[in-house]
């Protein structure tokens, strides 16, 4: 039983199912990515998980617990936290309002936890009084990140992190992402630069059309012939 699973997910919006039959899922500590081509599923695969889509069937569990009947809202009280891709951050507010928005949910001092983020991303420790909207793509990417890890949760999606980012920023987010998991949190994300997501993975998903094409571990994935001449270059 993973720690968080979405299993035999069928479901879309309105009377068009995008998902079916799809299965994703991560355990405590891991990297789990989801690739695939555009229009595969993996975003709404991501927002079914998180409960932003309703199923027609299948099922969402956490820690073992049914959770498909809660709210988005419900599952971060459970420990989830999302990133979504676009859209993330309030460009009107300054980095620490960002980040002091991230600990809404939590009734203790969160001061601690905006340290450890600022010792994760250090330029946001000497951005924090800049407004968000003024920050590079990267650096708007690490507020989003740090305002999620502000409700200290135990898994945290992330839906195309290194979008729109320069190689370097890529490089330095995935960095960071392996340091996240280490300190146990599970980490499931989609991820458009897949052959770079697939060598920090310990789990993968290969999704077309809604549905699970492969799954294995990220370097099982990385050497199968199959997976790199139709989804990552040859």
């Known amino acids: 039983m993973s720690f968080l699973l979405g299993k035999d997910m069928t479901g879309g919006y309105g009377a068009a199912d995008i998902l079916h039959n799809c299965t994703i899922g991560v355990e405590r500590g891991e990297i789990a990515v989801v690739v695939g081509p555009n229009g595969a599923g993996k975003s709404t695969a991501m927002k079914a ?116 980012v320069s190689p370097i920023v890529m490089d330095e987010l995935f960095d960071r992402i392996i340091e996240i998991a280490r300190s146990g949190i599970a980490i499931l994300m989609v991820e458009q630069n897949a052959k770079q997501a697939l060598n920090i993975a310990d789990k993968g998903y290969v999704l077309a059309q809604g549905a699970n094409l492969y799954t294995n571990t990220g370097e099982a994935l990385l050497n199968d012939p199959d997976v790199r001449k139709a989804f990552l270059g040859g």
């Open 49 to 164: 998980v998180f409960g932003m889509l309703d199923l027609r069937a299948g099922k969402v569990t956490m820690e073992g617990e049914d959770i498909t009947s809660l709210s988005p809202q419900a599952r971060v009280q459970k420990g989830m936290g999302f990133v979504p891709q676009n859209n993330n951050v309030f460009r009107s507010m300054s980095v620490e309002e960002n980040l002091e928005m991230g600990a809404f949910i939590r009734t203790d001092d969160a001061r601690d936890t905006m340290a450890q983020v600022f010792d994760l991303f250090p330029i946001l420790k000497e951005k924090r009084n800049q407004p968000a909207g003024e920050l590079s793509g990267g650096q708007r990417q690490q507020v989003a990140v740090g305002r999620a890890l502000m409700t200290q949760p135990k898994v945290l999606m992330l839906d195309e992190p290194t979008a729109g």
